[in-house]
């Protein structure tokens, strides 16, 4: 890709975007090399918005730098995603709380209409990940702590590393769809504590599918 056909975004974000999600997609497989020559002459740029595009994927946690070996698409461990799980969980589940207890009639509406196309997308494995993910965000963005946000936004890129090992697991995205009705039924109900537990629930759950 040449450097004229990208965005007008600072160049090395736009490069982080494109290997973020080649990533996501596997077309950079977890522990694989980064050849920077090559990905540099494939998008037309020089080597150093493609290293500064790198540092941000590093901060991300989806690249590991390697003192004189160069960038690897992070490998994720058992213990790096039960870390990953356990703080989703906290920030989440709280997250929810908070809602249910302040969400508005609109907020509602909104929410319920993202977890309808949930349901109208149990046949579509890639529909889903984005819809599921959009409710979640919405929901943290209700919640309205910028700063929580930011941390989830990082955790859920690596968290992505490793969620066709879990959600694609027999049955799984069935058990996650039953999950998100109960956790609709609290914030409906506006029901706080059982908002927060339904939530802990769906990331304990998704955990266990993910080992």
């Given at each position: 890709?040449?450097?004229?056909?990208?965005?007008?975004?600072?160049?090395?974000?736009?490069?982080?975007?494109?290997?973020?999600?080649?990533?996501?997609?596997?077309?950079?497989?977890?522990?694989?090399?980064?050849?920077?020559?090559?990905?540099?002459?494939?998008?037309?740029?020089?080597?150093?918005?493609?290293?500064?595009?790198?540092?941000?994927?590093?901060?991300?946690?989806?690249?590991t730098?390697?003192?004189?070996?160069?960038?690897?698409?992070?490998?994720?461990?058992?213990?790096?995603?039960?870390?990953?799980?356990?703080?989703?969980?906290?920030?989440?589940?709280?997250?929810?709380?908070?809602?249910?207890?302040?969400?508005?009639?609109?907020?509602?509406?909104?929410?319920?209409?993202?977890?309808?196309?949930?349901?109208?997308?149990?046949?579509?494995r890639?529909?889903?990940?984005?819809?599921?993910?959009?409710?979640?965000?919405?929901?943290?963005?209700?919640?309205?702590?910028?700063?929580?946000?930011?941390?989830?936004?990082?955790?859920?890129?690596?968290?992505?590393?490793?969620?066709?090992?879990?959600?694609?697991k027999?049955?799984?995205?069935?058990?996650?769809l039953?999950?998100?009705?109960?956790?609709?039924?609290?914030?409906?109900?506006?029901?706080?504590?059982?908002?927060t537990?339904?939530?802990?629930?769906?990331?304990?759950?998704?955990?266990?599918?993910?080992?």
């Amino acid at each position: 890709m040449a450097a004229a056909s990208l965005t007008p975004r600072a160049l090395y974000q736009e490069v982080a975007e494109l290997l973020r999600q080649r990533i996501f997609d596997r077309q950079l497989q977890p522990g694989s090399w980064i050849d920077e020559l090559k990905i540099a002459e494939e998008f037309g740029i020089s080597r150093t918005p493609l290293r500064e595009a790198l540092k941000v994927l590093a901060a991300e946690g989806l690249v590991t730098m390697k003192v004189r070996r160069g960038a690897y698409v992070t490998e994720v461990s058992e213990q790096d995603m039960a870390d990953v799980y356990h703080l989703l969980s906290l920030l989440e589940s709280d997250a929810a709380g908070v809602v249910a207890s302040k969400v508005t009639p609109s907020q509602l509406t909104e929410l319920q209409t993202l977890h309808n196309e949930l349901e109208a997308s149990i046949g579509e494995r890639e529909r889903f990940f984005d819809v599921n993910e959009q409710f979640h965000m919405r929901l943290l963005e209700l919640a309205n702590n910028r700063w929580r946000n930011q941390v989830v936004a990082d955790l859920r890129k690596v968290m992505k590393l490793n969620r066709h090992n879990s959600l694609l697991k027999s049955g799984r995205l069935q058990e996650s769809l039953a999950e998100h009705r109960a956790i609709m039924a609290a914030l409906l109900a506006r029901d706080a504590q059982a908002a927060t537990e339904r939530m802990r629930e769906h990331f304990a759950n998704g955990l266990h599918a993910a080992g």
